[in-house]
């Protein structure tokens, strides 16, 4: 899947090589376009991957930029959704399916500064942390 116009990560991730803050867009950023040094960006955001370009058959509706949150697989078991918006009705049942399949989701809503845990049967937020903090990903952790 291509990103389009969508440039959710460069407003909601934090991204340590920029002086950008989550909430904020990248300065290097044009919002709704693209990203002005995109050959060039850096290393973090060569290495992200959004789940939206990931996921087979995800429509358009659940685009970050459209549905409002930015999901981000950080193991078989563990994604990370970043929003500043209230959870949608769409989104809640998204994350009702990852959790059907065995994935919990660690929403992280950075304008409330709000951490939500969503449990897959058998998980626990230490099991959720554990696999954060084990990642090999070489960029930023969630705040």
């Given amino acids: 899947m291509n990103c389009g116009s969508c440039t ?17 867009y990248c300065k290097h950023c044009y919002p709704g376009f693209a990203c002005r040094i995109y050959n060039e960006r850096p290393e973090s955001c060569k290495i992200f991957e959004c789940a939206w370009k990931q996921m087979e058959n995800a429509g358009e509706e659940l685009r970050p930029d459209k549905c409002g949150v ?7 078991t563990v994604m990370v959704g970043t929003t500043e918006d209230k959870l949608s009705d769409l989104i809640l049942h998204q994350i009702d399916f990852f959790k059907g399949e065995g994935i919990s989701v660690l929403m992280i809503d950075h304008s409330r500064k709000i951490r939500t ?20 990903k070489l960029h930023r952790r969630p705040e």
């Fill in 8 to 24: 959710a990560c460069c407003k909601l991730l934090n991204i340590p090589e920029t002086d950008s803050k989550p909430g904020e």
């Fill in 70 to 76: 930015l999901f981000e697989k950080w193991s078989d």
């Fill in 117 to 136: 845990f969503f449990l897959a049967p058998g998980h626990t937020k230490d099991y959720v942390r554990e696999q954060i903090n084990g990642s090999t």
